[in-house]
């Protein structure tokens, strides 16, 4: 355990069936940041309802962290999927990016705590992932329809 329940959520829900798979379909096919999902996840199942102005200023917190840190990890990690012989330092980019991604959760539990109170609302997964999902374009049927095997997910 860390002294960041968001990490620790995001590790422990990243396991659950169905998750990994439809976090990643929407990173890679929609663009969404999968650690933006497991905070509107979090939030949900502390009964808190995500504001677009709170995700907003979030975002612009976060954004060229992901954009300059994360992101570059990620893109050389899946280069070296291709290198066979690399699988040790594949595994050691993989586990600077998942470092980096725990700085941005780090970041976002920071801010969590420092922002004004989140409304109350009963069950509002599907509310708050939505609104992360429409920070990355117009709705689309199907992109609402890996939000929803994922809401799914979240909800085993």
């Not at 995500?50 to 975002?59: G, V």
């Not at 699988?87 to 539990?109: H, N, P």
Request: charged share 25%; glycine share 4%.
């Amino acid at each position: 355990m860390s002294n960041n329940p968001l990490w620790d959520y995001s590790i422990a829900t990243y396991d659950l069936e169905g998750v990994a798979p439809a976090c990643l379909r929407l990173q890679d096919t929609f663009g969404l940041d999968v650690n933006l999902l497991f905070y509107a996840a979090w939030l949900a199942q502390l009964e808190r309802r995500l504001s677009h102005h709170h995700l907003t200023a979030l975002e612009a917190l976060i954004a060229d962290w992901r954009n300059d840190m994360v992101k570059p990890l990620r893109a050389l990690r899946q280069r070296w999927r291709q290198v066979p012989y690399a699988v040790g330092i594949r595994d050691e980019i993989k586990s600077l990016e998942l470092r980096a991604e725990q700085q941005q959760l780090d970041t976002m539990y920071a801010y969590y705590q420092e922002s004004a109170g989140l409304s109350w609302a009963a069950r509002p997964l599907r509310e708050n992932l939505a609104l992360v999902a429409s920070f990355s374009g117009p709705e689309d049927e199907h992109r609402f329809a890996a939000l929803e095997r994922l809401a799914i997910s979240f909800s085993s």
